[in-house]
Nanobody, 120 residues
């Protein structure tokens, strides 16, 4: 039974900060690429950031320099530190765990989401 549980969302003023957490269970955490996605009402879900098993990171252009993804394999947890938040960051944020296999269906798991609202 795989479970990803996000926390840390909430209401924050523009320019403020939030730190999202995602705790994983039921997987060998260190073998999965972990990612954060977000979806605003009426818009497509987009990848915000991911971190590979080797610690390599990727960020979408709109959050570069403001967000930082990290992972703690001992705690089976991935984090998203969000600074200098903008109203455009308002969305539901989802945690994702993914592992690609050559000769079988990929593993692809999602959390239930946590809401981030940036508003004055």
């Amino acid at each position: 039974q795989v479970q990803l549980v996000e926390s840390g969302g909430g209401l924050v003023q523009p320019g403020g900060s939030l730190r999202l957490s995602c705790a994983a269970s039921g997987i060998i955490f260190s073998t999965y690429t972990m990612g954060w996605y977000r979806q605003a009402p009426g818009k497509q879900r987009e990848l915000v950031a991911h971190i590979t098993t080797s610690g390599d990171t990727y960020y979408t252009d709109s959050v570069k320099g403001r967000f930082a993804i990290s992972r703690n394999n001992a705690k089976n947890t991935v984090y998203l530190q969000m600074d200098s938040l903008k109203p455009e960051d308002t969305a539901d944020y989802y945690c994702n765990a993914r592992k690609i296999f050559v000769l079988r269906t990929n593993d692809d798991y999602w959390g239930q989401g946590t809401q981030v609202t940036v508003s004055s």
